[in-house]
């Protein structure tokens, strides 16, 4: 459901638009992207999926906010250091075509690990 309804379109849309804000695979232009994702779509991603697989499990509101309070900081730091360096190759090497397919795999990963502190 997550994956469907809100990551998948999500990731599309936030590729599209970190392609026509920065075109290059530079590593400027990289540094940028990483820093970008970083600091808007990692804390949307986390923000979402807490949320969202708590109220899932039956969780109020209310207590999925409490969940994304007290992991979502620690989720966000070790984001920094995984998800950073898949979303370095995916940038800086991966041919446009095939960025959001590796990036979904290097996802699917982060996810697993999301569950994981989660639960």
Do not use: D
């Not at 990731?11 to 075109?23: G, N």
């Not at 986390?46 to 109220?55: D, E, H």
């Amino acid at each position: 459901t997550y994956g469907a309804a809100l990551y998948a379109p999500g990731m599309h849309f936030w590729y599209q638009a970190l392609e026509r804000w920065l075109p290059s695979v530079a590593l400027p232009s990289t540094c940028c992207k990483l820093a970008l994702h970083s600091a808007f779509a990692a804390p949307a991603i986390i923000s979402s999926f807490t949320l969202t697989t708590k109220m899932l499990e039956g969780a109020t509101l209310q207590q999925s906010a409490l969940a994304l309070w007290e992991k979502g900081p620690t989720m966000w730091l070790t984001a920094l250091g995984f998800i950073n360096v898949g979303l370095f190759i995916n940038y800086h090497f991966m041919p446009l075509p095939y960025r959001v397919t590796f990036g979904n795999c290097v996802q699917l990963l982060w996810t697993s690990y999301q569950s994981w502190e989660l639960s």
